[in-house]
């Protein structure tokens, strides 16, 4: 007993006096993009490193399904790292319990005005900067080349009318027109898409629900009359995004709405494949969907100055290129959005033409229970157990139950 | 002195979460877990107050009652002919044994590819002999998805309580089967009149032993559909654990948690007493 | 009735569950040796035009294969021997001392038994989140799931051993006193050997149990390098952009195999044992 005391005093004395010396180290939890996240952020960590030897950068990748349980643990226990890349939607709830710290005083000057915008801004609460957009992403339709010119559309559709007429066409051929997701995460922004294009909104000014309004309606009905012809894959409600995306890559489906990184996708597996990308069709007007990953530092962070120059780091043109390319998302700096690789993108731009009418995710209390109600509308319509408008009727006062009005 | 450590353990890893969901229960709790103040019975409303818990509730009991009343449907015949003497007994015994070699988890995995809609064997066989005329999309409607699922619940638990019935088949002698022929008994009344009887404790035993195990079973329905679509195939311990780590409300599945608590303790009570009562 | 009629009728009557009870195992065997194009042809085909032995190899690196089956093994072997060592004593205590309370002991060894550690699985969390460890906490460590299985299988353990010592005749052991034997020795020399049976099937029904655990896993478990085979294997289904099945299904099979021969061979003593500890 007495030696260990001693041992456990020794070591103490030992750690007390190596502290100076020490480098920092500061922990970044990042989510798992792709197989190339992680090697690109020990890449950048060791860069980094070279450039300021007093600070060191440890990475802990996880699973985008692991990650909010990853982040209740170590909040709970005091153990998270001192950066995180999070959802944005989940910042509202970081800025109300404290977690997140305010960037604004931190930041070097210029900082703030490298990120383009409309993307900066769903990180800011309160008049505050709490989260830094990492990745970015909108939505537009791919679609097959050889089964649209087949059915008379080689530049792909337009509208929504385009698109019911094309899948007739492909139907008669035996193939799937238009892929329907009624699975996992995004539901319901695969149905705020059409809401969207026919005028309608998901909350209105006073954050109350407006999905229900006739354009959700008449979106929902166009939805289900599609499934109901046929002009569907069979069974939506067995089909993920992921698994809409794989039937895209295999050929098996002329159309279907998804974010950017399906071009890397098809590049790496399906490089063959002859496809094209357009907006989001339209019914009466032009909108497509926006998300952003913020990257938030820590209010129980001990080396918060290390952490903001390697947050800087991150975000100068070098590094950012690196990563938007790599994974496939949209430029979050104005920098980066000058490079070649994305002014010069075909593909791309159809997306970065997108933005201005793109919607975002409003920061609001009860937003992912308003995502939640909405999927289960959408799956119930599906499933024929409600009509489009009951559904609606019934999330809509679920949503403003969450949403507190 | 002996029993100290397994009271301690056992008290340290139930005792404290048990603490723990009660102290959730009546918090708002933040979507990382922080504990924001006390909130009284709101997490409680708001949980009866979702038509989600209802309907889980109500499917709980649904799958409960089937899975549990269809294992021991199968397994009697089972255990029956298991005990009689036929060439290959052996070999069919440790077949039927398999299915608990399979972790449930991995048996699950293994059901949702054969129920695959395009690649799946279960689809190719039926279409192979003409039982349907194109693929059946197993997974994407409840009223297909469950009773699958109910199914493997019943594959899976069958070799546990075949094991148990003939452990008690076992146990009856077989002098009385030779004095009831002796008698003029036929076959049927011998089973209904002594068999079943003897029976019971072991009957008993397998049932509660199955409607705490598959009250419990969380891996092959969230394997297979997550409680979706539609939440139609949730159960209540489904329904928890995707409230407390998917939806980010930890504080109402805290109450769903309890709720389930209770129906177990209860349970347990009336099966004391009926023990007891049997003495 | 004949032996041949009652054979032949007997597996008649089995042959519907045999046929449920193998398909699992056939689909994962055809799958597990079809090549990547195969796996998604349609329409599908039990045999494999080519059997692709690559898919084991292939797994085992895309999976982890070897560091999960050796975070299973740890984790089922200490957790068992972890339960065992504890229970042993306490199933002792309860079928040879006399003391006070033992139907209190039993009452509250039954509840615990009730409790699926998927109903406190939150209060887990946040418990094993709430200890420190080294640098973390006990979440996402392999002890704090040793520590949790260990626990919700000693009720189990100690039900099932009780009964059984409870049939080891006491006269041994005393014969043991008289001759001068103080009563720790007597217990190790003569009681310990005769409990062995019993004990290695409680061991072998925690271990299985253990090894195929899985929300307790998913829960406490995340850092990749610490998953246990279940996690890995569901891992590679719920998730993924694309799920190779032929992979998935080796998978399966491999971490499947040994515990299928381990219960085919000791299933006869399971038998036994589990009813005497079930029923009693």
Request: glycine share 8%; hydrophobic share 50%; with cysteine.
């Amino acid at each position: 007993m007495r030696q260990g005391w001693k041992w456990l005093i020794g070591a103490c004395a030992a750690l007390a006096m190596a502290a100076p010396a020490k480098a920092e180290t500061v922990r970044m939890t990042v989510s798992f993009y792709s197989a190339a996240t992680g090697p690109y952020f020990e890449k950048m960590a060791a860069d980094f490193h070279a450039a300021n030897p007093g600070i060191d950068v440890k990475i802990e990748v996880v699973n985008w399904s692991s990650l909010l349980q990853k982040l209740q643990t170590d909040i709970s226990g005091g153990t998270n790292a001192d950066v995180s890349i999070i959802g944005t939607r989940w910042l509202l709830d970081f800025v109300k319990d404290g977690i997140a710290e305010p960037l604004d005083g931190m930041m070097a000057p210029g900082f703030k005005e490298r990120f383009i915008g409309p993307f900066l801004k769903p990180g800011q609460i309160g008049g505050k900067t709490y989260g830094l957009p990492v990745a970015a992403s909108a939505r537009a339709m791919y679609y097959n080349k050889a089964m649209l010119t087949k059915a008379g559309f080689p530049d792909g559709p337009r509208t929504w009318d385009d698109v019911v007429a094309a899948a007739e066409k492909i139907k008669a051929d035996g193939g799937n027109g238009f892929g329907l997701m009624a699975k996992g995460t995004e539901v319901d922004v695969y149905f705020y898409y059409a809401l969207w294009s026919h005028g309608g909104d998901v909350l209105d000014a006073n954050q109350k629900a407006a999905f229900n309004s006739p354009a959700g309606v008449k979106a929902l009905t166009l939805y289900k009359a599609m499934l109901d012809r046929g002009l569907t894959e069979p069974g939506p409600t067995n089909y993920t995004r992921e698994d809409l995306q794989n039937q895209f890559k295999q050929g098996r489906l002329a159309m279907v709405m998804t974010a950017p990184f399906l071009i890397n996708q098809i590049a790496k597996e399906a490089p063959t494949l002859d496809y094209g990308i357009v907006p989001v069709p339209t019914g009466t007007t032009q909108a497509t969907y926006a998300v952003t990953d913020s990257v938030v530092l820590f209010a129980n962070s001990k080396v918060k100055p290390a952490a903001m120059k390697w947050l800087d780091f991150l975000f100068t043109a070098g590094p950012r290129i690196a990563f938007t390319k790599g994974e496939g998302f949209l430029p979050t700096t104005n920098d980066e959005a000058k490079d070649p690789a994305f002014t010069e993108n075909e593909r791309l731009k159809v997306f970065v033409n997108l933005l201005p009418n793109a919607r975002f995710a409003p920061t609001v209390t009860g937003w992912e229970d308003t995502a939640k109600a909405v999927s289960d509308a959408v799956q119930s319509v599906y499933l024929g157990s409600a009509t489009p408008e009951a559904a609606l009727n019934a999330a809509a006062a679920k949503a403003n139950q969450s949403l507190g009005k | 002195m002996l029993i100290l450590p397994s009271l301690l353990l056992a008290l340290g890893v139930i005792g404290y979460p048990f603490y723990e969901i009660i102290r959730l229960a009546v918090s708002d709790v933040s979507r990382f877990g922080m504990v924001r103040g006390f909130s009284g019975w709101e997490n409680f409303n708001r949980v009866v107050s979702d038509p989600v818990f209802v309907d889980a509730l109500v499917r709980t009991l649904v799958w409960t009652v089937t899975v549990v009343g269809g294992t021991i449907l199968v397994a009697l015949p089972v255990a029956l002919v298991l005990r009689e003497d036929f060439w290959g007994r052996g070999v069919a015994r440790t077949i039927l044994m398999l299915p608990w070699s399979i972790a449930l988890s991995m048996a699950a995995v293994v059901w949702l590819w054969a129920f695959n809609a395009d690649y799946g064997m279960i689809n190719a066989g039926l279409q192979h002999w003409g039982i349907i005329d194109k693929p059946l999309q197993w997974m994407a409607r409840p009223e297909t998805a469950f009773p699958v699922e109910v199914g493997i619940g019943i594959v899976v638990s069958i070799p546990f309580t075949v094991t148990i019935l003939l452990g008690g088949l076992s146990s009856i002698p077989s002098e009385i089967y030779e004095a009831a022929k002796i008698d003029g008994a036929r076959p049927w009344q011998s089973f209904w009149l002594m068999t079943l009887p003897m029976m019971r404790p072991f009957m008993n035993i397998a049932i509660v032993l199955n409607v705490i195990h598959v009250f419990n079973s969380f891996p092959i329905i969230w394997v297979m559909t997550q409680g979706g679509p539609n939440n139609r195939t949730h159960i209540l311990v489904t329904y928890l654990y995707e409230l407390s780590f998917y939806l980010g409300r930890p504080g109402p599945a805290a109450v769903v948690s309890l709720v389930v608590l209770l129906i177990v303790f209860s349970a347990t009570a009336v099966y004391m007493w009926l023990r007891e009562r049997e003495g | 009735m004949s032996r041949a009629k009652r054979s032949i009728l007997s597996w008649l009557v089995l042959s519907p569950l045999i046929g449920i009870t193998l398909l699992p195992f056939a689909v994962m065997i055809s799958t597990s040796l079809k090549p990547h194009d195969e796996v998604l042809a349609y329409p599908p085909t039990w045999l494999p035009k080519r059997v692709a032995w690559e898919n084991f190899v292939d797994m085992w690196d895309t999976v982890g294969f070897g560091q999960a089956a050796f975070n299973s093994v740890l984790i089922a072997v200490a957790a068992t021997v972890l339960a065992l060592v504890i229970a042993v004593p306490a199933a002792y205590a309860m079928s040879r001392l006399p003391m006070k309370g033992r139907g209190a002991y039993r009452q509250f060894l039954l509840v615990t038994q009730m409790l699926s550690p998927i109903l406190l699985v939150l209060g887990l969390f946040r418990m094993a989140a709430s200890i420190p460890l080294g640098e973390g906490t006990m979440a996402d460590t392999r002890l704090g799931v040793i520590i949790v299985y260990a626990a919700y299988h000693l009720a189990f353990a100690v039900w099932m051993l009780a009964s059984y010592f409870a049939t080891i005749p006491a006269d041994l052991e005393e014969a043991a006193w008289i001759d001068g034997a103080s009563r720790g020795r007597a217990v190790l020399s003569v009681f310990l050997p005769l409990a062995l049976p019993a004990i290695a099937v409680t061991g072998i029904v925690t271990f299985v149990a253990s090894w195929n655990e899985f929300t307790v896993a998913l829960t406490l478990l995340r850092d990749p390098s610490r998953l246990t085979l279940p996690l890995k294997v569901v891992n590679l289904v719920a998730g993924r952009y694309s799920v190779e099945w032929n992979q998935v299904m080796a998978a399966t099979l491999l971490a499947t195999l040994p515990v299928a021969v381990v219960f085919s061979l000791l299933q006869r003593y399971l038998v036994t044992g589990l009813t005497l500890g079930a029923v009693k």
